[in-house]
């Protein structure tokens, strides 16, 4: 079994910073990538950021470009979403999304409980 814990939502205003973490847990052989995702109300979930777990390559939401960052720390099965400049628009829930393969498993994607950001303006 296989647990996500995020942490560092929150409110904030137009301009400023938070920094969100995603920790997974439990009986994972491997871990091909690591995601952000966003859901605004009314809205599908949309990709935010990407990262490569073997070496490190991004992948960036157009509309997050210059302002978000996404890293991670492989020997603690962490990433982290770094986010600058927030504008209102950013407000949603944000998930974390890890493709990964549990012992003895078929590769898959699993989810964090989502975390609440709230940009005001």
């Known amino acids: 079994q296989v647990q996500l814990v995020e942490s560092g939502g929150g409110l904030v205003q137009a301009g400023g910073s938070l920094r969100l973490s995603c920790a997974a847990s439990g009986s994972i052989f491997g871990i091909i990538s690591m995601g952000w995702y966003r859901q605004a109300p009314g809205k599908q979930r949309e990709l935010v950021a990407l990262i490569i777990t073997s070496g490190g390559s991004t992948n960036y939401a157009d509309s997050v470009k210059g302002r978000f960052t996404i890293s991670r720390d492989n020997a603690k099965n962490t990433v982290y979403l770094q986010m600058n400049s927030l504008k209102p628009e950013d407000t949603g829930v944000y998930y974390c999304?890890?493709?990964?393969?549990?012992?003895?498993?078929?590769?898959?994607?699993?989810w964090g409980q989502g975390t609440q950001v709230t940009v005001s303006s």
């Open positions: 999304g890890f493709d990964l393969v549990v012992r003895g498993g078929p590769r898959y994607r699993y």
